[in-house]
């Protein structure tokens, strides 16, 4: 942890390892949005924020944070829920409010998800080489939901793709597979075995399939791939 935040837990007495039990975050740039349910000392975090110089007013938090124009700003929502944001906008946080969401969109029941639109995935220097062709493919969609759940002793990778009709959901869906096919054969020519810590690996084994202007894909995730993510050496 870094001081500051070591600094913040003492002063407040607040600790997300025990004191938070869901995050919904929204990125826009550089501005981050987060709801926050867990428990919440209202009266320690107006104290800190004013002990660090920044102000509160009716129930509106705001301060300055460790870097220049980046301004962390939050208010309660209920007692248990808290809106809070990070942005050059001091009163970032006002714009957390209860919205209209699409029809289509439903919430998955896994306990870690993430939705994000297809224009996010353009800029692709964070993605393993031997991924991009799966990737690119993505880029065709209108919507993606990665969600991660329990699968014994490993984990389960699944991608819910939506496009705008089935038959780009059809050429979507073929896009992966030729991607994964093109895969098989590359390794097949260089004599490569994929291991189970391999990011080849876990995509040859994944499976894909269409539900009308769906394409669902959905990839086992070995313990030996995540010891690797942890300790920095992921194939």
């Known amino acids: ?13 607040h600790d997300y390892s025990t004191d938070l039990d869901a995050v919904a975050a929204s990125f826009r740039g550089k501005e981050r949005f ?4 867990g428990r919440f000392n209202w009266s320690a975090l107006i104290g800190y924020v004013n002990r660090q110089g920044g102000s509160c007013g009716k129930s509106f938090c705001q301060l300055d944070g460790s870097q220049p124009a980046r301004s962390i700003s939050f208010f309660p929502l ?12 001091p ?12 029809k289509e969109a439903a919430f998955p029941k896994d306990p870690s998800w993430l ?13 393993p080489d031997r991924a991009r062709p799966f990737v690119s493919t993505l880029r065709g969609a209108r919507q993606i939901l990665f969600t991660v759940d329990a699968a014994g002793k490993n984990l389960k990778l699944s991608a819910y793709v939506r496009c705008d009709d089935s038959s780009a959901a059809s050429e979507l869906g073929m896009g992966l597979v030729s991607a994964q096919a093109s ?6 020519r260089q004599h490569v075995q994929p291991g189970r810590a391999d990011v080849a690996g876990i995509l040859l084994a994944g499976t894909i399939r269409q539900e009308e202007n769906r394409v669902i894909g959905q990839w086992p995730v070995p313990q030996e791939f995540l010891t690797a993510v942890v300790s920095g050496n992921p194939q």
Do not use: C, N, W
């Open 78 to 89: 209920r007692r248990d829920l808290m809106a809070l944001a990070v942005s050059p906008d």
């Open 115 to 127: 939705m994000i639109p297809a224009a996010a995935l353009q800029s692709s220097s964070l993605v």
């Open 183 to 188: 895969l098989r054969d590359l390794l097949q």
């Open 34 to 37: 987060l709801v926050l349910r």
């Open 91 to 102: 009163l970032a946080a006002h714009q957390i409010r209860k919205g209209v969401l699409e």
């Open 1 to 13: 942890l870094d001081p500051d935040y070591r600094a913040f837990v003492a002063s407040t007495h």
